[in-house]
């Protein structure tokens, strides 16, 4: 799970439609190139529609050179409760063992302390949280391993 990018609040635009700010930009850089030597690339990255979310997921695209065939673009993770999101999580396809997701708070925080055995205050933006379920089908997933956390002030000196 990938939090977005930190979003300018600075564009006469709707919620949807706010692009990431510089700040925003040189984290999700700086994150996604750290995992990109990390983890295995995912099979597929799910990213909510959102302006600021897609342009986070295209960082994470490339880094991990993942094809646009296996990038999509979901309008049901432009969602803050959560409910949205883990009904796209398990109905997710049982072939796909690794999927990365890009969306928003509060509904990623509150489903990664849900489906995880490490509780995380905030997730905060551009931050990468990995789980791990020991199911054949996403959709019997309850509870998992939290694998790893990558945030911003990690890598920052």
Same mark, same amino acid.
């Given at each position: 799970?990938?939090?977005?990018?930190?979003?300018?609040?600075?564009?006469?635009?709707?919620?949807?439609?706010?692009?990431?700010?510089?700040?925003?930009?040189?984290?999700?850089?700086?994150?996604?190139?750290?995992?990109?030597?990390?983890?295995?690339?995912?099979?597929?990255?799910?990213?909510?529609?959102?302006?600021?979310?897609?342009?986070?997921?295209?960082?994470?695209?490339?880094?991990?050179?993942?094809?646009?065939?296996?990038?999509?673009?979901?309008?049901?993770?432009?969602?803050? #409760?959560?409910?949205?999101?883990? %009904?796209?999580?398990?109905? !997710? @396809? /049982?072939?796909?063992?690794?999927?990365?997701?890009?969306?928003?708070?509060?509904?990623?925080?509150?489903?990664?302390?849900?489906?995880?055995?490490?509780?995380?205050?905030?997730?905060?933006?551009?931050?990468?949280?990995?789980?791990?379920?020991?199911?054949?089908?996403?959709?019997?997933?309850?509870? #998992?391993?939290?694998?790893?956390? %990558?945030?911003?002030?990690? !890598? @920052? /000196?």
């Amino acid at each position: 799970m990938v939090r977005h990018a930190k979003s300018s609040w600075k564009h006469n635009v709707n919620d949807h439609k706010r692009p990431l700010k510089g700040r925003g930009k040189r984290d999700a850089s700086l994150v996604s190139n750290y995992i990109k030597n990390n983890i295995t690339p995912p099979q597929k990255i799910i990213t909510s529609d959102a302006n600021r979310a897609h342009s986070t997921a295209q960082y994470f695209k490339e880094a991990l050179g993942v094809s646009d065939k296996k990038f999509i673009k979901n309008h049901d993770l432009y969602d803050f #409760g959560g409910q949205n999101v883990m %009904v796209t999580i398990k109905s !997710l @396809k /049982n072939k796909w063992h690794t999927v990365m997701i890009v969306g928003h708070n509060h509904a990623f925080t509150s489903i990664v302390n849900m489906l995880g055995d490490k509780y995380i205050e905030n997730f905060p933006t551009s931050g990468f949280v990995m789980l791990q379920f020991d199911v054949d089908s996403w959709s019997d997933i309850k509870t #998992g391993k939290t694998i790893k956390t %990558v945030f911003p002030r990690d !890598l @920052k /000196n």
